[in-house]
Nanobody, 124 residues
Framework: EVRLVESGGGTVQPGESLRLSCEVDFNLSTTDMTWLRQAPGKGPEWVSSIKLGPYSTGISYYTGSVKGRFTISRDIAKNTLYLQMDDLQPEDTALYFC???????????????RGQGTQVTVSA
């Protein structure tokens, strides 16, 4: 069983930034990774994924609502995945969690190998 632990959530005002971390106990250099979120009263939503690629930075994908504001990255030496979130808006309020692998943008495919999440609240 793998271990994924998210941190970095909090309460911020619109326009501010947060960086989420996901510490894992497996080798990130050989694994695709994904961030998802679930807003209150709604189903889970795929946010971003980073896939292995020809470059050390990998290949990143984002859902449309966060493109240009969020950046996914990883520090292989620290076994940590990140999600830099800039210009946060109230609609970004959700529980954010990371998952091992990339299984497409359907959030129902990410029911295993994921963390417990970290709460992000954006409110004026």
């Amino acid at each position: 069983e793998v271990r994924l632990v998210e941190s970095g959530g909090g309460t911020v005002q619109p326009g501010e930034s947060l960086r989420l971390s996901c510490e894992v106990d497996f080798n990130l250099s050989t694994t695709d990774m994904t961030w998802l979120r679930q807003a209150p009263g709604k189903g889970p939503e795929w946010v971003s994924s980073i896939k292995l690629g020809p470059y050390s930075t990998g290949i990143s994908y984002y859902t449309g609502s966060v493109k240009g504001r969020f950046t996914i990255s990883r520090d292989i030496a620290k076994n940590t995945l990140y999600l830099q979130m800039d210009d946060l808006q109230p609609e970004d309020t959700a529980l954010y969690f990371c998952a091992r692998g990339y299984r497409g943008s359907d959030p129902t495919f990410y029911t295993s190998d994921r963390g417990q999440g970290t709460q992000v609240t954006v409110s004026a």
